[in-house]
């Protein structure tokens, strides 16, 4: 069964900054973007398949910092 989880994501400032996170989210396994917006970003998961410490790692990784809720 999906969870839903809202990530505060610190240094979006634009557009661009959307794009990157939602790119970052979209390339991971069991993981189902709902919404980016600048300073928080929305999904649904799978936690058979990826834990919320790995998807806030990824947006990390894509330059936003950020933890898991």
Do not use: W
């Not at 069964?1 to 400032?13: D, N, P, Q």
């Not at 069991?30 to 947006?59: M, N, S, Y």
């Amino acid at each position: 069964m999906a969870s839903t989880l809202t990530f505060e994501v610190e240094g979006m400032h634009c557009a661009g900054c959307v794009r990157n996170v939602q790119r970052a989210l979209s390339a991971l396994t069991g993981v189902t973007v709902q919404t980016v917006e600048i300073g928080k970003a929305v999904v649904q998961f799978d936690p058979e398949l990826i834990d919320p410490e790995r998807i806030a790692a990824a947006i990390t990784d894509a330059g936003y910092p950020t933890r898991a809720p």
